[in-house]
């Protein structure tokens, strides 16, 4: 069995008397797009989060590609390679899709305005920018240094899944991309997801839309309670039967292998 | 038990208090602020006195200056605690009357200080400088200095602020009598026709506005020769915005106050003339006034001629001119506060 | 997967080519205007500046159009144009800052004392007059960021904090002008003159300029700049984009106070004296500026350089209707209202679906 590039081992967040992830274990192969899904309440986000780094377990333990580490901030994630796309995007709508795309990790010049000066190098940065939304195919953008404020919801999550693709070498997170997004842009969205699977990087994908659960994912992890219930593959299983499980109307007689 | 014994001997104390407060009399001190040294050198005076009569002095002040709200607090205070008598310097002189009044009808008498209440006779009495004679002195002090020059004379006056309040429109009013300008109706400037003068502007009363105000007025005429100022600080303000346009040796500032480092600047020639009151004067005469209501219910009398007791003003100059009197920089010194 | 889920199919076979074209579909003058503005918040307050330097021009003739009248403009706005640039790095993290004039004052105090009560020589008194107030500045930071305790309490207690130590540490004594001239002339360095062709300009009018385009250079293109429009953007967005929410906020307080100091300095070379009771208002009239200027109280949105303009079109008002002879009343008047126009000029850009 190959190594999961991200995995877990009864991870534990309890916040005050409400445990939020209760002995949770975690795998995401190499090339998959690994689907997570349960009820509202189950612990997702928290175990996401767990996974990113912005929130520390309290128990537990992470590796990456089979090394642990210790996550403390979202940046240490990052850093690692763990790029996450969140619900609410963590974009600056005043802000271009240049400055949004290399928030917190800017080129600087090079030179001594760069070194001293601390001058950025904008035309790098829009150059890379642009670069990354052609690859993902958002390749008629016009304008880079528009503010994110302008473009439609759709197109902010395509630059914000763009931004994760560009600087995530290892693992994209995304929560509930197409959640706030109406049908025709949450295809495109679906589509881009296929696109940078494509290009080898697994994604884990947070979502309560069982079609498009049913349509990307190679495994479905479905939580419950604060932990893992099963893994299913949902070539095998219908949507019923996953919501079945997830909401503990239906117990999996025939788990797969945590 | 040990909180009984706390809270009886509490108890005892408070009534030990209250018996002590019914012989021994109570004033208080509303200034406007704590800060300005004017009001500084009153609350020494006040405390300097009501030490020796042995009077319980308790002290009050606005925020900032136009702090209405807090003098009207501390006069509802000074009723609760039962105070003989009040001295106020009002930031607001006619808002403040129905307050006053209250004090009154609960048996204290309320001695307005510097500036006079309106109506003047809200208050038993006022005791504070005649700042229509200081404005008439610098005045007549500027145009015997100029001599036959007077007549073209080209005036900026630096004001207060723009609500015009009392004591700047008799500043301003008088420096204009002593000058030998028609001053109209004397309870507000800006009516006057005089060719001579440049126009008004307001300073606050501090540096900042002193500068901005003849910058403004520099700009309406650079020929300005005569600069009648609300007081020393605004005076300071104004001679550096005629330093920078390198005026400064050639126009006359004079000023009201007589503050210590404003005697300091006539001194060194920023200010040629300026009129000094006595703050501490006010205050000690305040609180006499007040232990002799509560000896034998006696109030002050006015001046006469005047309806408020006068505390003196002194012209302060090192170039005196005759027919106005005048003392020397090194008396204003012995006699300046702050 | 089960076929009540085919819904869409019929947007799966015709794919929309044309979703991710971010090309600008408004067009007309109006939303090209609207486009024009979002771009370069600060063009309103510079042609609204331009257009009341012409209008008073026309009015009053040489008198006001003059290099002087002009330059005298630079020089009275000159303390608030200072304090205005910490202002708005303030506003521009979202947060208000109610304690810049009395950091600015008790900068100016600090100074003042340093030399002549413990006869601490200029340059050295300077410098502490200058982190004294980063000292400021970086309380209001801690409280702010570490404390999570909103900006506007923080600044309003520390206002009154600060402004009551400058009272009782200066004993409201005013140095003077002359005694700084004789023993301490650095302290009136900022109000140094040169002229030219009868334009007047001081050391602290040029300090002022330079700052406000330093600033502006660096809000545009550096992280840090960046990252100070994403904090008052919005704060959380990004911390987890990578930001280091804490770092930026002291940072730009810190900064903050700093410029305060180099305002109290300013504030010295103006007055000549140093005098703790100037500078009291220029926490609102700072703020006014920042709001003339474009700079959007929501944070994250307008340029630096609109506070300059914003500040440079109230001191136009003030000298243009002066010398009009109209009730100095009136500036307040005209102030007010170009406030509130600021402000929805500000909410009509804002709202990009215009």
């Given at each position: 069995m190959t190594q999961p590039v991200l995995s877990a081992k009864n991870l534990?967040?309890?916040?005050?008397?409400?445990?939020?992830?209760?002995?949770?274990?975690?795998?995401?192969?190499?090339?998959?797009?690994?689907?997570?899904?349960?009820?509202?309440?189950?612990?997702?986000?928290?175990?996401?989060?767990a996974l990113s780094g912005a929130v520390p377990p309290d128990e537990g333990e992470v590796f990456v590609e089979g090394k642990q580490v210790n996550f403390t901030s979202p940046n240490d994630g990052r850093m690692a390679g763990i790029e996450t796309v969140y619900q609410t995007l963590a974009m600056s709508p005043a802000l271009s899709i240049t400055d949004n795309m290399f928030m917190g990790r800017e080129i600087r010049k090079k030179g001594f305005m760069g070194k001293y000066l601390r001058q950025l190098d904008r035309k790098a940065m829009e150059d890379f920018a642009r670069q990354k939304l052609s690859d993902l195919g958002l390749m008629t953008i016009q304008n880079?240094?528009?503010?994110?404020?302008?473009?439609?919801?759709?197109?902010?999550?395509?630059?914000?899944?763009?931004?994760?693709?560009?600087?995530?070498?290892?693992?994209?997170?995304?929560?509930?991309?197409?959640?706030a997004l109406g049908v025709k842009e949450s295809r495109r969205v679906l589509e881009l997801i296929q696109d940078v699977k494509k290009r080898g990087i697994p994604i884990i994908l947070i979502s309560h839309n069982m079609p498009h659960v049913f349509e990307l994912a190679d495994r479905v992890h479905i939580h419950r309670l604060g932990r893992r219930l099963c893994v299913i593959d949902p070539k095998k299983y219908s949507m019923s039967d996953a919501v079945a499980f997830m909401t503990g109307a239906k117990e999996p007689d025939e788990v797969e292998a945590a | 038990m040990r909180y009984a014994t706390a809270i009886s001997a509490l108890a005892l104390a408070v009534a030990g208090n209250t018996a002590m407060a019914q012989d021994q009399t109570t004033a208080c001190l509303i200034t406007k602020t704590d800060t300005n040294p004017f009001f500084v050198k009153m609350r020494e005076g006040a405390q300097q006195k009501a030490d020796e009569l042995g009077i319980e002095l308790m002290n009050f002040a606005g925020q900032y200056d136009g702090d209405h709200e807090t003098q009207a607090q501390a006069i509802?205070?000074?009723?609760?605690?039962?105070?003989?008598?009040?001295?106020?310097?009002?930031?607001?002189?006619?808002?403040?009357?129905?307050?006053?009044?209250?004090?009154?009808?609960?048996?204290?008498?309320?001695?307005?200080?510097?500036?006079?209440?309106?109506?003047?006779?809200?208050?038993?009495?006022?005791?504070?400088?005649?700042?229509?004679?200081?404005?008439?002195?610098?005045?007549?002090?500027?145009?015997?200095?100029?001599?036959?020059?007077?007549?073209?004379?080209?005036?900026?006056?630096?004001?207060?602020?723009?609500?015009?309040?009392?004591?700047?429109?008799?500043?301003?009013?008088?420096?204009?009598?002593?000058?030998?300008?028609?001053?109209?109706?004397?309870?507000?400037?800006?009516?006057?026709?005089?060719?001579?003068?440049?126009?008004?502007?307001?300073?606050?009363?501090?540096?900042?506005?002193?500068?901005?105000?003849?910058?403004?007025?520099?700009?309406q005429d650079p020929n300005i020769n005569v600069v009648y100022t609300i007081n020393e600080p605004a005076a300071a303000g104004a001679y550096e915005a005629l330093d920078a346009l390198g005026r400064a040796g050639d126009v006359m500032i004079v000023s009201v106050d007589g503050g210590c480092p404003g005697v300091q600047n006539i001194r060194d020639g920023v200010i040629g003339a300026t009129a000094q009151q006595y703050p501490l004067d006010m205050a000690s005469l305040g609180i006499e006034a007040i232990h002799q209501y509560a000896q034998d219910g006696t109030l002050p009398q006015p001046t006469e001629g005047k309806d408020f007791f006068d505390t003196g003003v002194e012209l302060v100059t090192n170039e005196p001119v005759e027919g106005v009197a005048s003392i020397t920089v090194d008396e204003g010194m012995e006699r300046c506060w702050g | 997967m089960s076929h009540d889920d085919a819904y869409e199919d019929i947007v799966k076979t015709r794919r929309e080519e044309s979703f991710a074209a971010f090309d600008s579909r408004r067009k007309g003058l109006l939303h090209r205007v609207h486009d024009v503005l979002?771009?370069?918040?600060?063009?309103?307050?510079?042609?609204?500046?331009?257009?009341?330097?012409?209008?008073?021009?026309?009015?009053?003739?040489?008198?006001?159009?003059?290099?002087?009248?002009?330059?005298?403009?630079?020089?009275?706005?000159?303390?608030?144009?200072?304090?205005?640039?910490?202002?708005?790095?303030?506003?521009?993290?979202?947060?208000?800052?109610?304690?810049?004039?009395?950091?600015?004052?008790?900068?100016?105090?600090?100074?003042?004392?340093?030399?002549?009560?413990?006869?601490?020589?200029?340059?050295?008194?300077?410098?502490?007059?200058?982190?004294?107030?980063?000292?400021?500045?970086?309380?209001?930071?801690?409280?702010?960021?570490?404390?999570?305790?909103?900006?506007?309490?923080?600044?309003?207690?520390?206002?009154?904090?600060?402004?009551?130590?400058?009272?009782?540490?200066?004993?409201?004594?005013?140095?003077?002008?002359?005694?700084?001239?004789?023993?301490?002339?650095?302290?009136?360095?900022?109000?140094?003159?040169?002229?030219?062709?009868?334009?007047?300009?001081?050391?602290?009018?040029?300090?002022?300029?330079?700052?406000?385009?330093?600033?502006?250079?660096?809000?545009?293109?550096?992280?840090?700049?960046?990252?100070?429009?994403?904090?008052?953007?919005?704060?959380?967005?990004?911390?987890?984009?990578?930001?280091?929410?804490?770092?930026?906020?002291?940072?730009?307080?810190?900064?903050?106070?700093?410029?305060?100091?180099?305002?109290?300095?300013?504030?010295?070379?103006?007055?000549?004296?140093?005098?703790?009771?100037?500078?009291?208002?220029?926490?609102?009239?700072?703020?006014?500026?920042?709001?003339?200027?474009?700079?959007?109280?929501?944070?994250?949105?307008?340029?630096?350089?609109?506070?300059?303009?914003?500040?440079?079109?109230?001191?136009?008002?003030?000298?243009?209707?002066?010398?009009?002879?109209?009730?100095?009343?009136?500036?307040?008047?005209?102030?007010?209202?170009?406030?509130?126009?600021?402000?929805?000029?500000?909410?009509?850009i804002r709202k990009v679906s215009a």
């Open positions: 534990t967040k309890r916040y005050g008397k409400v445990t939020a992830l209760d002995q949770c274990d975690f795998e995401l192969y190499p090339g998959e797009i690994l689907a997570v899904i349960g009820d509202n309440g189950a612990g997702k986000s928290t175990l996401i989060k880079i240094t528009q503010p994110v404020e302008t473009l439609s919801g759709g197109q902010r999550q395509g630059v914000a899944v763009a931004r994760a693709a560009a600087f995530g070498s290892k693992v994209i997170i995304l929560d509930e991309p197409t959640a | 509802e205070t000074c009723i609760a605690a039962g105070a003989d008598g009040i001295l106020l310097l009002a930031s607001d002189t006619s808002s403040i009357v129905s307050s006053v009044e209250q004090a009154q009808e609960a048996g204290a008498i309320v001695i307005a200080l510097d500036t006079p209440l309106s109506p003047a006779d809200a208050a038993d009495a006022t005791f504070a400088t005649d700042n229509f004679r200081a404005g008439e002195l610098i005045g007549q002090w500027a145009a015997a200095k100029l001599g036959d020059e007077a007549e073209n004379a080209r005036i900026a006056f630096l004001d207060l602020n723009v609500s015009q309040p009392t004591v700047g429109v008799l500043r301003d009013q008088g420096f204009m009598q002593g000058f030998g300008i028609d001053i109209k109706d004397p309870a507000r400037y800006g009516d006057e026709d005089d060719p001579r003068i440049v126009g008004h502007d307001v300073t606050q009363g501090n540096e900042e506005g002193g500068r901005r105000a003849m910058e403004n007025l520099l700009a | 979002h771009g370069n918040p600060a063009l309103v307050p510079l042609i609204v500046l331009l257009a009341s330097i012409v209008v008073f021009g026309l009015l009053l003739g040489s008198r006001f159009f003059s290099p002087f009248a002009l330059t005298l403009i630079l020089q009275q706005v000159q303390i608030v144009g200072i304090v205005a640039a910490a202002q708005s790095l303030i506003i521009l993290t979202a947060g208000i800052d109610l304690s810049v004039g009395a950091i600015t004052v008790i900068s100016s105090v600090v100074m003042g004392q340093f030399a002549f009560r413990y006869g601490i020589p200029p340059f050295i008194a300077v410098i502490c007059g200058l982190a004294f107030g980063t000292l400021c500045g970086a309380l209001n930071g801690l409280l702010v960021s570490k404390m999570k305790l909103p900006p506007f309490i923080v600044t309003l207690g520390t206002w009154q904090v600060i402004l009551a130590s400058n009272y009782l540490y200066s004993r409201n004594e005013t140095i003077r002008s002359q005694d700084i001239e004789a023993s301490a002339p650095l302290l009136q360095f900022m109000g140094r003159r040169f002229e030219v062709a009868g334009a007047v300009f001081t050391l602290g009018v040029v300090f002022m300029i330079l700052l406000m385009l330093v600033l502006a250079w660096a809000l545009k293109n550096t992280a840090w700049g960046r990252h100070v429009y994403a904090v008052g953007d919005d704060a959380e967005a990004a911390a987890l984009s990578g930001v280091n929410v804490h770092r930026t906020l002291m940072s730009v307080y810190m900064l903050s106070g700093l410029i305060c100091g180099f305002a109290g300095w300013a504030l010295i070379g103006r007055l000549g004296a140093v005098s703790p009771t100037s500078a009291y208002e220029a926490n609102i009239e700072s703020i006014t500026a920042v709001v003339i200027g474009g700079i959007s109280l929501f944070g994250g949105r307008g340029s630096i350089l609109g506070a300059l303009f914003g500040a440079l079109i109230v001191g136009v008002f003030s000298l243009g209707l002066r010398l009009l002879g109209a009730d100095a009343q009136w500036t307040y008047f005209f102030i007010g209202v170009l406030i509130i126009v600021a402000v929805a000029v500000d909410q009509w």
